[in-house]
């Protein structure tokens, strides 16, 4: 994409630049010589014709350049907003949600879990016995993927390996990686589920259809493809004040999760809470701690988590 951009003025100025000075060239006559193929003798009527011919071309060149340089610049300024405004996304997209350093630095010391980043995600072991289940988790959309550590702090240290995945540009719509990119960093694994936070469960629910699959976490998300007739064990997570996944939005998309799925909603939890990065714009204030919300996060998933094979 880059390439195309950075070359599309130069290719733009040689192709118009040649296409104006084609027919100005070949409109000028040579200077005063006769064409070879040009009578010997012409009547004085012939070359009065020719003479007012010759002027009308030549008058014709100024209005083809001019032309051609309004063109030119009209491509110009097409490329300079489009430069402006691929330059203004990826600077949006790169402003993310931090996580908080307190709580990552609470999770970076506890004895019980081990936090690796392998470049494309980071990745959330249990230091003791593990009970064989893996969870690839994709994060809300321009959220740091560290500030889900302190969300399954319990959920790792309780067995359970998390991969939390470095979504494209921050967006996971941008992400069309598949689920076995990230499952190779935990080969230890032998049962995957995937899950993801507000945009991060929209995608996942687009994975979950990936073969081998057991489950699907969402939190403060739902699905927007149908999944109504999969074999998926799904658990979804919603909070009472969420302010972007609301209650309403949730219930209406609750036909498209098996019927079989467990809905679980979190009393007095907002948006922001299944993650650890603050406030987020349009959410609503939370009336219990981040700590009330993640241990039932921890209670709910290792459950869930102990169903799925």
Known sequence: MYVGIALAPVIGSV????????????????SGRR??????????????????????????????????????????WVVVVLLVLVAGFLVWAHIVLQGDRTAALKVWRDDRVS????????????TGASNGAGIVFIPGAKVDPYAYL?????????????????????????????????????????TWAVGGHSLGGVRACQLATTPGTAGLLLLGSYCA??????????????GTRDGLSTPAKIAAARHLLPSSATMVAIRGADHAQ????????????????????????????SRWVASLG
């Open 150 to 190: 302190a969300t399954f702090d319990g959920v790792a240290a309780a067995g359970t390996t998390v991969v939390i995945t470095k979504p494209t540009l921050n967006l996971a719509f941008f992400d069309t990686r598949p689920l076995s990119r990230f499952e190779k960093h935990a080969p230890g694994v032998t």
């Open 15 to 30: 192709v118009l630049g040649g296409a104006a000075g084609l027919p100005g060239r070949a409109a000028v006559p040579s």
């Open 115 to 126: 936090v690796r980043d392998v470049g494309d995600s980071v990745i959330l072991r249990p």
């Open 225 to 238: 493809n149908d999944l109504s007739t999969s074999k998926l064990d799904v658990l979804s997570l919603s």
């Open 274 to 301: 299944f993650g650890a990065y603050g406030k987020q714009p349009g959410d609503n204030p939370a009336t219990v701690s981040p700590a009330h919300t993640d241990r039932i996060i921890t209670a709910q998933v």
């Open 35 to 76: 064409s070879p193929s040009s009578p010997s003798s012409c009547s004085s009527s012939g070359t009065g014709t020719g003479r007012v011919r010759s002027r009308r071309e030549r008058a014709r060149i100024p209005r083809i350049r001019r032309r051609g340089r309004l063109a030119l610049r009209i491509v110009a």
